[in-house]
């Protein structure tokens, strides 16, 4: 670092700071100008938190080197127009720690414009395909990205989508700077397979996206709890609420978050997916909205109104940014008319890495998006012709109003969780299940399907009503057979974890119920957290004897 005129920075003895951009935990971003081309551009100054560390732990400092090394390769490789340009690198022995010169985009990140509000469906598809065609020319040239979010997307001033930050991705050629066990990435956005350590798979980069790409129209993320324990266990276990604004991308983004990779759509399918939502098409129904006609999903009979669970107590997303096999796809449907909707309703592993530590989970700076009064979707006109019976719209006259809904039975009881289970074992003829999550108010499960126990379908029950969708394939040995477990055990058990937990007066709570967990057993996992980030979870066998307790502080 030297100085040019008074006051003014030099790195490099060119490039003069203007400006502190942002910055997170592994470095610094300015605004600059390079004095020799008289050109602003972006400096990403790379450096760890505790320089004292680096100049104690000499591998430390070549792992971050070469990490620095690693971006600018990945960046040199994709001369992409969605992809942010590298021009050079600094380093040199009279420099703490490296510095690389980037392309200076301006107009804020995708992070700053979800800020302002929710992206209406045919911007945000707009925006994915732009993001998508970046990781499609990564994928080719053997990079992953690892780490996409809304932080990591500039916007241009045209509204071109920039593709940036490739400091963890991961190259096909180039061993792994990955200390084993660790966890790289962003919590809310890292794919479920990842944080089980399954690496190698372009298709956990598409998760990312679709991950975003909620968040954007959503206006919330789903899965974020109140702690990064939490949050990946939520993301690797809890049921996805549907997406209720994002219009003819939702059927898409929820085909996109299914935790099977195989079950996703790849790239091919899902850039033509983005193209139909761009134009307002469903793609992946092969429906259409008229521009001039907000969209929101067609009616289920028997789907009771979204009510309110613990994700919808999550604030709006933010993580500072810095400005400048089968498809998933559920059966055509047949329309006869536009159609309005009511809504439808881990051993911690180590943390380490570039994007994130272990700690609460702090929401943004930016108002909640979904208090925009600007989102696409939602209506508030009568219901028109047409009416959804399972996965076929069937035309008719103006459908009579749904008769209320009678108070939910609460399912976390033995009464509650019998009826529902009741319920599932008659439309499935099955009670074989590899995951079952309940709320008080509402259950997911995966149920083998009775005809094929190599498939299963998803099954959601809420108010006493069933929903049935396609799954995908079964991939584990063991299943759970509902009617062997005992269910007057959740009082008691309940009661156990609270006391064993030290959460007093629960603010969310929910069991998941899988094969094999800590034990070759059910297991039955109790969920339990409050307001101040306290809680965990308690594993019970099928009987309710205690297994384990898992703290999340």
Do not use: C
């Amino acid at each position: 670092m030297t100085t040019g005129g008074p006051g003014a920075q030099l790195v490099d003895g060119r490039f003069e700071l203007l400006e502190r951009l942002g910055g997170g935990g592994m470095g610094l971003v300015w605004r600059a100008r390079d004095i020799v081309l008289q050109r602003e551009v972006a400096l990403k100054e790379v450096r760890s938190p505790d320089l004292a560390m680096l100049a104690a732990d000499p591998a430390a400092a070549f792992e971050l080197r070469e990490r620095v090394l690693r971006e600018a390769q990945a960046l040199a490789r994709l001369q992409h127009p969605n992809v942010v340009i590298i021009y050079h690198i600094v380093d040199t022995a009279e420099l703490a720690h490296p510095w690389l010169v980037m392309e200076l985009v301006a107009g804020g990140s995708l992070h700053d414009r979800i800020g302002q509000g929710a992206l209406p469906p045919r911007e945000a598809a707009r925006i994915g395909r732009g993001v998508l065609s970046a990781l499609r020319a990564a994928h080719a040239a053997g990079i992953q990205h690892r780490d996409v979010k809304p932080a990591n997307v500039l916007l241009r001033l045209d509204g071109t989508p920039v593709l940036t930050d490739f400091g963890i991705a991961a190259l096909s050629e180039s061993s792994s700077l990955t200390a084993t066990g660790a966890l790289i990435g962003s919590p809310e956005f890292i794919a479920p397979e990842r944080i089980r350590g399954q690496e190698g798979n372009p298709s956990s980069d598409l998760w990312s996206l679709g991950m975003m790409l909620y968040v954007a129209v959503e206006g919330h993320h789903p899965l974020r709890r109140a702690t990064t324990f939490a949050t990946l266990a939520a993301v690797l276990d809890e049921p996805l609420p549907p997406p209720v604004r994002s219009g003819p991308l939702g059927p898409t983004l929820m085909a996109l978050l299914a935790r099977d990779p195989a079950a996703r759509p790849d790239a091919v399918q899902l850039d033509r997916l983005l193209a139909a939502a761009e134009q307002g098409v469903d793609g992946t129904l092969g429906g259409r909205t008229d521009a001039a006609v907000p969209y929101t999903p067609p009616v289920h009979t028997g789907v009771a109104p979204h009510a309110a669970g613990p994700y919808d107590r999550v604030p709006g997303q933010g993580t500072g940014g810095y400005r400048a096999g089968p498809t998933g796809q559920s059966p055509a449907r047949r329309r006869t008319g536009p159609v309005v909707a009511a809504a439808a309703g881990v051993a911690l592993v180590g943390l380490l890495g570039w994007s994130f530590s272990l700690g609460p989970l702090r929401s943004g700076n930016h108002k909640a998006a979904g208090s925009s009064s600007q989102h696409v979707g939602v209506s508030a006109g009568p219901q028109v012709s047409g009416v959804a019976t399972g996965s076929t719209v069937v035309g008719g006259s103006t459908p009579a109003p749904e008769p209320p809904v009678a108070a939910a039975k609460d399912l976390l009881t033995p009464d509650g969780a019998r009826s529902m289970i009741d319920s599932i074992r008659s439309a499935t003829g099955n009670a074989a299940v590899l995951q079952l999550v309940i709320y008080p108010e509402y259950a997911s499960a995966q149920v083998v399907t009775k005809d094929n126990p190599k498939h299963y379908d998803t099954v959601d029950y809420r108010a006493g009503k069933i929903t049935r969708n396609p799954g995908g394939t079964v991939n584990s040995k063991n299943t759970v057979d509902l009617a062997k477990i005992d269910w007057n055990q959740i009082p008691t058990v309940l009661a156990k974890a609270r006391t064993e937990l030290g959460v007093a007066n629960p603010k969310s709570r929910y069991l998941i119920v899988t094969y094999g967990w800590f034990a070759d057993e059910i297991t039955i996992r109790y969920y339990l957290s409050d307001d101040y980030n306290g809680g965990g979870y308690l594993t019970a066998g099928a009987t309710g004897k205690v297994l384990k307790v898992v703290k999340s502080g």
